[in-house]
Structures are given as C-alpha cells and as structure tokens.
C-alpha cells in the first residue's frame, strides 16, 4: 500500500450503511466531498450536508443498484465507495458493483483497495497513519502519543517555511540551501528554545544558517 494525500474536494463518495462506522467516514469525507449514504437507517449525527437514501440494499445489488441511489452519474461519476454495513453479502456485493465501475473502494470491515488512516492534523503537519489492517487499536494508540511530537514541530516548520524563501533568494546553490536548512534541524538548541521562545529559536535559526 503507497500512502498518498488525496484532494476530495467536489468529488462524490457514497457511503453504504448508516452505523457509527459510517457516520465516522461520513465525516472525513464532508464538506470536501459530496457524500450520499445509503442505508435503512441512521444513527444520529450524521452531517447535514450529508446526502441521506433510505433504502435497504439486497445481498445481491449490482452497478445497476447503486446506480439508482447515487446522484447524477451514478457509480460512473462515484471516485470512491465506503463499504459499511455489518451484512458481509451486502459488502461484498457492493464492493463488487463498485470495483467493476472503476471506483477506489473502502471497507469497514476488511482491508479495501484504500484504508481510512489515522490522522494528526498539527497547524503545519499532516501525519497518515495504519497498521495495513492488522491492528487499528495500536494505530490510534500510535496518534495519541506521536501527537504532541508532531505539534512541537510545527514551530520549525513555520522557522523553515521563512528561511527556505528567503535561501531562494539570495543563494543560488541547492545543495548549500540544503545543507544550511538541515544544519537548523540539527540543532538541538533551536528545538529548545522552540516550545517556550519561538522568537528566539528564530534568531538562533537565522544565525546558523548566516554562518
Ligand atoms: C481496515 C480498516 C478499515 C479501513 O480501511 O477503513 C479498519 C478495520 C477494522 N477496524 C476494527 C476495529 C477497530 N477500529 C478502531 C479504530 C479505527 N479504525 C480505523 C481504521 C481502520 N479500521 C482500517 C485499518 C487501519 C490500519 O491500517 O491501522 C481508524 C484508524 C480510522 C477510522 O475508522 O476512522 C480508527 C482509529 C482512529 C483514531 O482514533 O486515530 C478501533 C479502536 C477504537 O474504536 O477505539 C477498533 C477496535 C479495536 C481493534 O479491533 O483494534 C475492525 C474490527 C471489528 C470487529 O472486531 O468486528 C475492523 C475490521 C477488521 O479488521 O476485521
Ligand atoms: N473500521 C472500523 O473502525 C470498524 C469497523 N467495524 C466493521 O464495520 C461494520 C459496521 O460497523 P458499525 O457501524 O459499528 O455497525 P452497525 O451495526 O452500527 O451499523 C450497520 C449499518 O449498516 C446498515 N445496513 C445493514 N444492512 C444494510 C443493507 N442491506 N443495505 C444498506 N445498509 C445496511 C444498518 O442499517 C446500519 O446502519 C462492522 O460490522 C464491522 O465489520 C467495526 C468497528 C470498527
């Protein structure tokens, strides 16, 4: 599996099911995404932008039954299809439908063709995170502590961000830039004083790469 961040935005994801799974990857999907969820009924909670069908799918439903469902150009215009009911036949059976359409799909209760990883989103960072299926309980022991490890970092990148622009500009080779923006990643002092005096950990950061 190659992990890849994905832009959803105005893309259509449906969504089969309406249990506390399906509400979670409603959720990742919406506002991005145009998200219809289908299933007999829904637990509480489910986005108001969501798209809700009411209607119960049979263990042997085909492209041409999703195709009644989704809105517009049904599975053709469908870019990936979230399989979460607890009817193994039924998901099979969608997954089915919606890998012979060409559409990326994802299940709940199995590893699809796409898994929806765990995430730290810090002000700078975007972390993805699996354990390819085996293990999602330790995935999200994983996020809880890596969490203020990746948030700490935010204050270089936000110190790198600045140096690297102004590197660009007044030096033109890309292996010194390289070697003057990895010197201020190696310095434990900067890092130091990140948490408690970012404007320092700045001045210190500009020094070492003057240098
Ligand atoms: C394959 C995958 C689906 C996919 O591809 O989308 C999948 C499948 C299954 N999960 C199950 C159970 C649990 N899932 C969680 C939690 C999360 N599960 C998520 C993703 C994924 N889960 C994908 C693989 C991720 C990877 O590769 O690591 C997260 C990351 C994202 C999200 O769901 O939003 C989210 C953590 C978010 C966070 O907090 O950071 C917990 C923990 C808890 O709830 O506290 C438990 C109970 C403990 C345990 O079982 O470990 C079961 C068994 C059901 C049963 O027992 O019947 C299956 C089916 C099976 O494997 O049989
Ligand atoms: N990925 C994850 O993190 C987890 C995955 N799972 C897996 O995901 C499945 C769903 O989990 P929950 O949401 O907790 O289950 P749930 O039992 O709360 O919800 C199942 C939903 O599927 C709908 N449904 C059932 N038959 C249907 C049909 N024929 N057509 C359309 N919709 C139908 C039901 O109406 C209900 O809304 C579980 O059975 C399990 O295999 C379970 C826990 C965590």
């Given at each position: 599996?190659?992990?890849?961040?994905?832009?959803?935005?105005?893309?259509r994801?449906?969504?089969?099911?309406?249990?506390s799974?399906?509400?979670?990857?409603?959720?990742?999907?919406v506002?991005?995404?145009?998200?219809?969820?289908?299933?007999?009924?829904?637990?509480?909670?489910?986005?108001?932008?969501c798209?809700?069908?009411?209607?119960?799918?049979?263990?042997?439903a085909?492209?041409?039954?999703?195709?009644?469902?989704?809105p517009?150009?049904?599975?053709?215009?469908?870019f990936?299809?979230?399989?979460?009911?607890?009817d193994?036949?039924?998901?099979?059976?969608?997954?089915a439908?919606?890998?012979?359409a060409?559409?990326?799909?994802?299940?709940?209760?199995?590893?699809g063709?796409?898994?929806?990883?765990?995430r730290i989103?810090?002000?700078?960072?975007?972390?993805?995170?699996?354990?390819?299926?085996?293990?999602?309980?330790?995935?999200?022991?994983?996020?809880?502590?890596?969490?203020?490890?990746?948030?700490e970092?935010?204050?270089?990148?936000?110190?790198?961000?600045?140096?690297?622009?102004?590197?660009?500009?007044?030096?033109?080779?890309?292996?010194?830039?390289k070697?003057r923006?990895?010197a201020?990643?190696d310095?434990?002092?900067?890092?130091?004083?990140?948490?408690?005096?970012?404007?320092?950990?700045?001045t210190?950061?500009?020094?070492?790469?003057?240098?």
């Amino acid at each position: 599996m190659i992990p890849l961040f994905h832009d959803v935005e105005g893309k259509r994801v449906l969504v089969v099911g309406g249990g506390s799974v399906a509400r979670r990857r409603a959720r990742r999907f919406v506002p991005a995404a145009e998200v219809t969820v289908v299933a007999p009924e829904f637990v509480d909670g489910f986005a108001e932008s969501c798209d809700l069908v009411r209607r119960e799918l049979p263990p042997e439903a085909t492209r041409e039954t999703l195709d009644e469902v989704i809105p517009g150009d049904g599975l053709d215009g469908t870019f990936l299809v979230v399989v979460a009911t607890d009817d193994t036949a039924v998901n099979d059976a969608v997954a089915a439908a919606a890998d012979e359409a060409g559409c990326l799909v994802n299940r709940a209760d199995e590893t699809g063709d796409v898994v929806v990883p765990s995430r730290i989103e810090s002000a700078e960072i975007s972390v993805a995170l699996s354990t390819r299926g085996a293990s999602p309980a330790t995935t999200k022991y994983l996020r809880q502590e890596l969490t203020p490890l990746i948030e700490e970092a935010d204050g270089m990148v936000q110190i790198q961000r600045t140096l690297r622009a102004e590197l660009k500009e007044t030096m033109s080779s890309q292996q010194e830039r390289k070697r003057r923006l990895r010197a201020v990643l190696d310095s434990p002092d900067v890092w130091d004083l990140l948490p408690d005096d970012p404007e320092r950990a700045m001045t210190l950061a500009r020094d070492i790469v003057e240098e």
